[in-house]
């Protein structure tokens, strides 16, 4: 049975990391380029973003919701190296890449897989973490099929790692994108060479896929073999071919959330939504909170795990405990403790985020390196902390004997 589209996009995210000493000039490098523009948040444009984020969480990552016209004001009336510093000492900076019109283009030399990339976005974190996100649309009438494989080629465009051979013509064609490997050029005109994300350990070559997918009517209804739905899930939720064969699949609840037309998958590197038309909401309302707030809030998560792996690198190389001390408490107080929202979605979301991400493991396990460092640090304070009174104690007793010998 062939699965028809009603509609669908994915998010291809590249992480990258950008030295702290440096984050001031990479954000004036953005605001110098004509076709990348500062996002900002309004109250009234954005209410959804509004009403699901707790406070914490929208001063920190939507400040703006917060500008006054006269804060506006003075803001566009500053210079652009000034506008870099002003932004580089908010907690987190959007910024929209214009792309000008869509860019047609395609997977494959015969025949394709025709696709539009629709929007770029760019969110970065005074920690210098930043992530480029870009939407991809197929073209009306693909089918299921299509989406498959089109988001299991497309997440590996950044690979260093040798493709099996039927992928290794893998080309985008376009009037900006000619092939992939302009598009990477493109990524690393964007996030430079990303360097530091290797020290961190963060994986480059695979770009995480955040998709959606609303099938028509017809192929999920009342009638529908559940059981085809299921396998199909399974390999979007997995990001495996269309070709691949899945027999015996059972639903792992631990990493999927169900509804009767609405099916959430979550893993380490990926997060997919699998709905049908033939539940109103999936194409009127839930498409559009899946890539706003519920995006976003993907995003903090993805956020919190790697700033976690650069603690970590830090913790590893650092001879200043008390500099690293002050990031850990700091991230532990304001990013770790706070909840993020109290929707009743965003409450679900929340857990299956944090587990995906292995968040509670990852941070309990840099507790305990940082306790021990902590005693480390403690011990060596004691110790220098006695050798002075011992070689206090000593001059003390020379002036003594000194002073009995003249006396």
Known sequence: MELKTKYQYTYFIYPYLVEKKDYVNYLHRLLRKPECKIKFFDREKDVEIDSYFLPEIKSKMFWSLYLTKEGLKDYNSLDTKMKATVLSQKPACFFEYNIGEDIPAKIGENGGIFFDITKIEIICFSTGICFLLVKTTLN?????????NFNYKFRDIQSEIVQPKEYDNIKIQTTKFQNMQTFSSFIEKIAGPN????????DTNRLITYAYTCLDPNSWNENTNIEIINKEFE????????GEQTV???????????????????????????TS???IKNYTTLLFKYENEQLYHFIYHLYQKIYLKQLNYEFSKTNNFKNIQKEFLNFAKKNWTYEVTNNDMGV???KYYKEAQNLKETFEELKNEYDLLYKEY?????????????IIIVIVAIINLINMIIK
């Open 378 to 390: 403690d011990i060596e304070k004691t110790n220098k902390h006695n050798k002075w009174i011992a």
């Open 235 to 242: 390999k979007y939720y997995h990001i495996k071919p269309a």
């Open 248 to 274: 015996d699949v059972k639903i792992n609840n631990k990493n999927v959330y169900q509804e009767k037309y609405a099916y959430y998958g979550f893993s380490n590197n990926n997060t997919v939504l699998l």
């Open 140 to 148: 009306e009438g693909a089918s299921f099929s299509d989406v498959l």
């Open 195 to 202: 360097l530091k994300a290797k020290k961190v350990n963060l």
């Open 277 to 279: 038309g033939n539940s």
């Open 348 to 350: 679900i979301l929340e």
